[in-house]
């Protein structure tokens, strides 16, 4: 049995999930899609069940990707029952979906949740009345606290075994467009094709010209797939892929055309379609909800008063991201330190065990120094990325992350961006990594696209500590300030130019709108925060493991070869020489080129490097810079600088970029654009600064 | 009186008379329940010219002024002065 879970987002449908799967569940992508697959395979009633989370929606038209994979699942795989999820604090809208659903779905069961938030709210629902209205069974649920969640599921797998589909009511239209809907069923009835598809549904579907009614797809079969060793968390799943089969010319154009001439346009149906249902809505309402005091004000109110205020609004959120990221990226260094140390000692452990087997010394120094250091490296980032995604799990399940992107819509606008693409963009002062992944709650692909490739020129904490000690050495007192807070704007600048500029290479046909619900404040559930925590951690590192190891080793054998050599005369310090000619119009030497070649894996290593090519102790960040100060002018350091914050932050930011965005050419693109990008403002700021008579 | 959404101060309730414009921005109104009929109040503005905070059917919503600008509506005589609550 195919079982769907649906329902608007923000509705607790991931908790239900949660609960009914544990960690018995297959998280990867829809095909094609950045939007989250989820499923299980659950025994009830000696039976598997397969059990599909499909993304929150707010209906079943096709505007945002999110509604294209329900939609396309709903269509294509048929479930044999659907779970509709429904809030009872905004039930209204929500039941604008469940409409939809049942007039494509002959079997639904209504999970009622979040009564205790409409109790709050003076709002009372008689779930028995509601099943009555409606015509199908209700099951009042408290997700949060796991209450009623088994109880849902058994009436699902009783309604999905009843012979018959249960006859539910068809929504009451107007006459003028119920007679339409009539004429339209009657030219189709006679279609073979017809059969597959409730006729009152496919009806409507043809008056307001669907593009997808009349095809038929297949679903290629799971053997063509790699899929070879599933893994209980975090594979791909099996991304069901579909093929257009073939396409049917429905009947009904003469009349198309007829109600066209009466001013009965697509739009004209859509909109009469989408108003009968509310009024619908509004009818039935008074049999099943009680509002005592509607102008009550809620916890949510009162809360926003503060929060969205035109006043403490900012300061607000200034303060919950410092704390967000006080706690991601700086409490949470002993972590990280203690996850190199953890590293360095394996390394030890091994390379020891290695001498007592006499192995040859290369081998040993690529495991210590190639891949034990390279991967550590980026281990080391692990229990940030974990930390920032807990809080950024917390913030969007209790309703902030809606008002940051409110508040912070403003300055995204300027940009010609989404709110919610603000909160990628400050993600990346902490780490570009999950600001990349945050992008996925932006619903226009275009959007997610720019801000994805954006994300990199904003500076994150290592490349701001490293830059703060080269700023310290250079340009000492409060001069140093002056000069970081000048780097600072530079960037936000590029970042908002980049914006711009991106915002004509990526075509985009329609601009996406910002109309964006602000859900009541809840508090999320401890399971809630830590699942998703675990899974991003996990497929993190899945994914980019891989790419991390070969990286480390091709690093380390370009800078290890020839063996002996001096770092100059490795392979990659080579390269450094070579690249010089790039360098030198900015004044670069090639110290600072190969410095630069190597801090693409990890940028922090920056300073390492030019420590062993300076000949100063590797450790000591001051020391390093203070050496670098013999070798370049105060404008040479700032060209340095601005190059440095401004160039592909890392490795694990490029791999994320490639899963993320699913395109290697967009990926280049960004690698190519932030390369050239450096240069070039570098070049610029050399010149300009030689021009105005600094040194 | 026939007013554009973006018009009206916080507090001021009105009713949907229609939406201007089509393709997907009014399919996503539809989906939020912005349809002719139905009673907004407008909550609060983002300071610095930003989005609106809006009220329908009992939830929250955000919406630019430019999108705002798209929706024709009424408000009741009588009733824009008791709206402030």
């Known amino acids: 049995m195919k079982i769907a879970l649906m329902g608007n987002p923000n509705v607790g449908k991931s908790t239900v999930f949660n609960v009914l799967t544990g960690s018995n569940q297959q998280v990867g992508n829809w095909a094609g899609k950045t939007v989250e697959r989820k499923s299980g395979i659950i025994h009830r009633a000696n ?90 069974p209700v099951v009042e649920i408290v997700a949060a606290k796991e209450q009623g969640i088994e109880e849902f599921l058994t009436e699902a797998i009783r309604v999905g075994k009843l012979k018959k589909d249960p006859l539910s009511d068809d929504i009451p239209y107007p006459e003028e467009l119920e007679n339409r809907i009539q004429a339209m069923e009657r030219l189709l009835a006679d279609t073979i094709w017809a059969t597959k598809y409730p006729l009152r549904w496919l009806a409507i579907k043809r008056l307001e010209q669907d593009p997808e009614i009349g095809q038929t797809w297949k679903s290629i079969p799971h053997t063509n797939q790699r899929n070879k060793n599933p893994d209980p968390c975090c594979d791909p799943g099996d991304p069901v892929k579909y ?40 009818k039935i309402l008074p049999e099943f909800r009680i509002h005592e005091n509607p102008v009550k004000r809620t916890w949510t109110d009162r809360l926003d008063e503060w929060i969205l205020s035109p006043f403490w609004g900012y300061p607000i959120m200034i303060v919950i991201l410092s704390l967000v990221f006080w706690f991601s990226f700086v409490a949470s260094a002993p972590l990280g330190g203690a996850v190199s140390e953890a590293m360095a000692w394996a390394a030890d452990v091994i390379v020891a065990i290695m001498q007592w087997g006499h192995m040859p010394d290369v081998i040993q120094s690529l495991v210590r120094d190639g891949i034990f250091a390279g991967v550590g490296a980026v281990l080391a980032f692990v229990p940030q990325i974990a930390i920032f995604f807990a809080f950024f799990s917390l913030m969007q399940d209790s309703g902030y992350l809606a008002r940051a992107a409110f508040l912070g819509d403003r300055f995204m606008q300027l940009m010609g961006l989404h709110g919610k693409s603000f909160f990628s963009l ?142 100059n005369a490795t392979w990659a310090g080579k390269m450094g020489g070579w690249l010089a000619f790039i360098g030198q119009p900015l004044g670069f ?30 450790d000591a960040s001051q020391s390093i810079a203070q050496a670098m100060t013999g070798a370049m002018t105060p404008l040479g350091a700032y060209t340095f600088l601005v190059v440095y914050m401004l160039y592909i932050p890392c490795l694990a930011s490029v791999v994320t970029t490639y899963k993320e965005s699913r395109s290697l050419g967009w990926t280049s693109f960004g690698v190519a654009y932030n390369l050239i990008l450096s240069f070039i403002i570098g070049w610029l700021i050399f010149h300009g600064g030689q021009v105005l008579g600094f040194q | 009186m026939e007013r554009f959404l973006q018009d009206l101060k916080p507090g001021e309730r009105a009713r949907v008379e229609r939406i201007e414009g089509g393709g997907a921005l009014r399919r996503r109104m539809m989906d939020m329940g912005i349809v002719p009929g139905v009673e907004i109040e407008v909550v609060r503005y983002a300071p610095l010219g930003g989005p609106l905070q809006i009220r329908l059917k009992g939830y929250y919503l955000a919406m630019r002024r430019g999108e705002c600008a798209k929706i024709m509506v009424c408000v009741p005589r009588q009733e824009s002065s008791l709206a402030v609550v």
């Open chain 1, 47 to 136: 039976e598997d069940i397969e059990l599909i989370d499909l993304p929150g929606t707010y209906s079943l038209t096709a505007y945002s990707q999110e509604e294209i994979v329900t939609r396309e699942y709903i269509l294509r795989e048929k479930p044999d029952v659907v779970m509709a999820m429904v809030d009872a604090s905004n039930i209204e809208r929500n039941l604008y979906l469940v409409l939809q659903i049942l007039e494509l779905a002959p079997r639904v069961v209504i999970g009622l949740n979040m009564m205790d938030l409409a109790k709050s709210a003076g709002i009372t629902i008689h779930s028995n009345k509601l099943a009555l209205a409606l015509n199908v």
């Open chain 1, 243 to 282: 093929e257009l089969q073939e396409s049917v010319t429905l009947p009904g154009d003469a009349l198309l055309q007829a109600y066209e001439a009466e001013g009965w346009t697509k739009d004209h149906f859509e909109m009469a379609v989408a108003d009968a249902k509310y009024q619908y809505i509004s």
């Open chain 1, 426 to 567: 400050v993600s990346g002062f902490g780490c570009n990594v999950p600001g990349i992944m945050a992008t996925r709650t932006l619903e226009d692909p275009k959007d997610r696209l720019i801000t994805m490739l954006i994300n990199p020129l904003i500076p994150c904490v290592p490349r701001l500590g490293v830059m703060s000690a080269v700023v310290a050495a250079f340009f000492p007192g409060s001069r140093g300030a002056v000069i970081m807070v000048s780097l600072l704007l530079l960037s936000m600048l590029l970042v908002m130019f980049s914006a711009l500029l991106l915002r004509r290479v990526v075509k985009q046909k329609e601009r996406s709108a910002f109309v964006m619900e602000l859900p009541l404040y809840h508090m999320p559930t401890m399971r809630n925060i830590l699942f998703p925590t675990w899974q991003k951690t996990y497929s993190f590192l899945k994914r980019a493991w891989t790419f991390i190891l070969v990286a480390s080793i091709v690093v380390w054998v370009l800078s290890s070869y020839p063996q002996g050599a001096s770092m």
């Open chain 1, 589 to 618: 030497d090639w110290r600072i080129m190969v410095a630069i070649v190597f801090g693409f894996t990890a940028k922090e290593t920056t300073l390492s490097t030019l420590g062993i090519l300076y000949g100063v102790a590797a």
